[in-house]
């Protein structure tokens, strides 16, 4: 299967900068998409978890990632701690995914726009794995808070990479910085 | 709750979630400490502390396990959602070898099933220590229902281990599977002496038994269990070329190269072939295949490799020969009616393949076994044979102990009885019996090859 190109990110006004995501990468992270988000922790191993929505801010250029608190802990403490972060956006239908990476991490409270994404979030991810062969009740467990806590992870993105599966997948996106 | 308050697991209680098709998270960290995170395709268990990666691509992933070999992995089990977190520490690649062709057969699946057919292609089998597991907390789905497979193992262990010969052990064996396992399609392939090929000489759940049927040691599932003497399992249908079995075998034979279609299903979801060897080296392969997919766990695939080296045993003792074969007794030789028209059998010696009226029938020591039976009904009036003198016959050019006499005798009579040509072979005894014709018959030895496909 081809890859599926995006439209690149707007190019950066300084070598360096922050990365604004173009409206279809912004569109992307915020879709049916599942979230994978990495950092470093202790004693150089890397930690994991999933997230259960993502959220670019408009006016800052932030993303957002909602977490479980339960299942998040040793992530949010090593992005904090080493302050970057790694989170990849995949679209099971398509198997389109993109890796951002990006610093200036910060936790914080979910605001009433996170709140509104994350309980968008299981419908839409319902939506786009039935057809393939998924239940509800899979992608329930798969992606619901499952009454824990949330917390947002957020941070300012400065690279992208094309990640589809294929030889071209890591490379920084071309018109990217 | 912290990630150290995980509840530490096994590999081996989590394997089935290695399983499936939900692509795995691997994080992973470069030299100066920048994190990464994407996909692999598959993690294979290898053993209770290892597990290998699929390395596909030259990518991010690869050149941080190469210089900061810690990673990270996160696996969602198919069934029960249940999410699990495995730390791991890259040890070395293996582009060749067992655990290598046994993840590029299960990658083809994966890969067609998720049509990435043309994308996937594995360039090496990443060998990692597993350094600790954790089950991340949150809701999870029923266990599968899966049946206890000791019990059935037992049960069917014990029908194969009452059979004292080979194709009493292969039907007993083909029988249990299904009765027992569920497992309605099945067949067992026997090593042919050149030990470059492999021919069926059981099967079980198809329309054409395809016993006799021929197959490359290397080629598909069961040439690649044969070659790299491993269990191969896929659990989704491949189009991968390279694993669609058949093809070969498929395509219109012409002259003496007849060739009898492998026994399979046209669409297969999940397929499963384990070696039968031994001590000794391998005798043949033991294959199963499902039309759904997901069908065959680890834990079938253990079950199998049990039944396969039980199998071994009997396999092993009948190239051997039967220890104590007597001279078959003369009996009378029943005329054949008259009245009815003869059989025109026709043998070429060229790869020793026959042909009853125009059909096909057999071709190599099967082959050569039926024109020596024909012959001695024929010439010598004789009906009454035992394994140990055909076995000493020179024309037969059998290698000591390298070929399977009674597993080809086994093939010659399955043959015989599905082309119900009015000639059977009926065992009269441990290592005897009987060929019984029920017409006349009249042989041709002929030089040339056949013009065209007659079977």
């Given at each position: 299967?081809?890859?599926?190109?995006?439209?690149?990110?707007?190019?950066?006004?300084?070598?360096?900068?922050?990365?604004?995501?173009?409206?279809?990468?912004?569109?992307?992270?915020?879709?049916?998409?599942?979230?994978?988000?990495?950092?470093?922790?202790?004693?150089?191993?890397?930690?994991?978890?999933?997230?259960?929505?993502?959220?670019?801010?408009?006016?800052?250029?932030?993303?957002?990632?909602?977490l479980r608190t339960v299942d998040?802990?040793?992530?949010?403490?090593?992005?904090?701690?080493?302050?970057?972060?790694?989170?990849?956006?995949?679209r099971p239908q398509t198997n389109e995914t993109i890796q951002i990476k990006g610093d200036e991490v910060r936790a914080e409270r979910p605001t009433a726009e996170?709140?509104?994404?994350?309980?968008?979030?299981?419908?839409?991810?319902?939506?786009?794995?039935m057809p393939l062969g998924f239940t509800p009740a899979f992608v329930g467990c798969v992606v619901s808070d499952h009454g824990s806590s949330i917390g947002v992870l957020s941070f300012m993105p400065r690279v992208l990479f094309d990640q589809t599966p294929g030889p071209q997948a890591g490379r920084p996106r071309e018109c990217g910085r | 709750m912290s990630a150290a308050a995980a509840t530490p697991l096994r590999l081996e209680a989590i394997r089935d979630a290695l399983e499936g098709f939900i692509p795995i998270g691997i994080a992973t960290l470069a030299p100066d400490g920048t994190p990464n995170v994407t996909y692999i395709s598959q993690v294979h268990y290898v053993d209770p502390d290892h597990v290998a990666l699929t390395y596909q691509f030259f990518n991010k992933t690869r050149a941080n396990l190469l210089a900061s070999p810690r990673a990270l992995l996160q696996l969602i089990d198919p069934v029960t959602a249940e999410t699990f977190r495995i730390a791991v520490t890259y040890q070395r690649t293996e582009t060749s070898g067992p655990v290598f062709e046994s993840m590029r057969a299960k990658l083809a699946g994966i890969a067609s099933h998720t049509g990435m057919a043309g994308v996937f292609r594995l360039a090496g089998a990443d060998i990692c220590r597993v350094e600790s597991i954790e089950a991340v907390p949150g809701d999870v789905l029923p266990p599968?229902?899966?049946?206890?497979?000791l019990p059935v193992l037992r049960r069917t262990a014990a029908c194969l281990g009452r059979e004292p010969d080979l194709a009493a052990a292969l039907d007993a064996l083909m029988a249990a599977l299904d009765r027992e396992f569920g497992i309605a399609h099945a067949a067992v392939f026997l090593l042919a002496a050149d030990g470059r090929t492999l021919y069926a000489v059981a099967s079980r759940g198809y329309a054409e038994s395809g016993i006799g049927a021929e197959i490359a040691v290397g080629d598909g599932v069961i040439g690649m269990a044969a070659q790299?003497?491993?269990?191969?399992?896929?659990?989704?249908?491949?189009?991968?070329?390279?694993?669609?079995?058949?093809?070969?075998?498929?395509?219109?034979?012409?002259?003496?190269?007849?060739?009898?279609?492998?026994?399979?299903?046209?669409?297969?979801?999940?397929?499963?072939?384990v070696p039968i060897e031994d001590g000794q080296g391998l005798l043949g392969v033991l294959f199963v295949e499902s039309p759904e997919d997901m069908r065959f766990s680890y834990d079938h695939e253990d079950?199998?490799?049990?039944?396969?080296?039980?199998?071994?045993?009997?396999?092993?003792?009948?190239?051997?020969?039967?220890?104590?074969?007597?001279?078959?007794?003369?009996?009378?030789?029943?005329?054949?009616?008259?009245?009815?028209?003869?059989?025109d059998l026709r043998y070429y010696r060229a790869n020793d393949s026959v042909f009853i009226g125009g059909d096909y029938l057999i071709k190599g020591v099967a082959g050569s076994i039926f024109w020596i039976l024909t012959g001695a009904w024929c010439e010598e009036g004789r009906c009454e044979f035992t394994n140990r003198e055909l076995r000493l016959r020179p024309e037969l050019r059998l290698p000591m102990h390298a070929e399977n006499l009674e597993a080809r005798l086994i093939l010659l009579e399955r043959r015989l009885a599905e082309k119900d040509c009015g000639i059977a072979i009926e065992k009269t005894g441990r290592g005897r019996f009987r060929l019984r014709v029920d017409r006349p018959l009249r042989r041709h030895e002929m030089q040339a090859e056949p013009a065209a496909r007659e079977g």
């Open positions: 299967m081809a890859p599926v190109p995006h439209q690149g990110p707007e190019r950066p006004t300084e070598p360096g900068g922050p990365l604004r995501l173009s409206p279809a990468d912004a569109a992307f992270i915020e879709s049916s998409v599942s979230i994978l988000a990495a950092a470093e922790g202790a004693e150089r191993r890397p930690v994991m978890a999933r997230a259960i929505a993502a959220r670019l801010e408009p006016d800052t250029g932030r993303i957002r990632l909602c998040a802990a040793a992530l949010i403490a090593g992005a904090l701690g080493h302050g970057r972060v790694a989170a990849m956006f995949s996170d709140d509104a994404a994350r309980r968008r979030y299981p419908p839409m991810m319902i939506a786009e794995l | 599968r229902e899966r049946p206890r497979l790299e003497r491993i269990a191969v399992r896929i659990n989704h249908m491949t189009t991968d070329v390279n694993y669609a079995r058949g093809v070969g075998a498929r395509m219109a034979p012409q002259g003496l190269d007849q060739a009898i279609p492998l026994p399979g299903l046209d669409r297969p979801g999940s397929q499963l072939a079950a199998l490799a049990v039944l396969a080296a039980q199998l071994a045993v009997t396999v092993r003792r009948a190239a051997s020969g039967p220890r104590a074969a007597r001279k078959a007794a003369p009996a009378p030789v029943p005329a054949a009616p008259a009245a009815l028209p003869p059989i």
